[in-house]
């Protein structure tokens, strides 16, 4: 089983994490992570914002039925095709998808690679100012 792990991480944590990704694709040496992949966004805004909830029903869609084309796709979520098309492409570049040539008539075709989608989401409630809790006043 394939897991994507997705969190909400602050934006100086992902951009160590991107620069150690790279520094590990440059030397080669990224392992597997046993079937999981993460994505990281910087904020809980941008995860909404990426993550709709007609994104979510469209990729449990593609997962449970495999549409072999945008169109199909699109019947399945009873959508306009040039808004799922949008969305397609979204969460192509977001990783959570892929779009392969070769379906009929050579559409593109959607893939999800993952059986799963867990997310954690780390929503402080009081900042946390050099390890001091602020005060929060009214």
Do not use: W
Request: net charge negative; hydrophobic share 40%.
């Amino acid at each position: 089983m394939t897991t994507l792990h997705i969190t909400v991480g602050d934006r100086e944590q992902l951009r160590e994490d991107a620069l150690q990704f790279v520094h590990a694709a440059e030397t080669d040496t990224l392992d597997d992570q046993d079937g999981a992949a993460t994505l990281q966004f910087g904020t809980y805004d941008d995860l909404v914002d990426s993550l709709t909830p007609l994104r979510l029903e469209l990729i449990q869609a593609i997962a449970e039925h495999a549409p072999e084309s945008m169109r199909e796709a699109a019947r399945l979520v009873d959508r306009d095709v040039s808004d799922v098309h949008s969305d397609l492409k979204h969460l192509e570049t977001l990783g959570i998808l892929e779009l392969k040539e070769g379906g009929p008539g050579g559409a593109m075709q959607p893939i999800v690679p993952f059986d799963r989608i867990e997310m954690h989401i780390d929503y402080p409630l009081i900042n946390d100012i050099d390890g001091d809790e602020a005060s929060v006043s009214a």
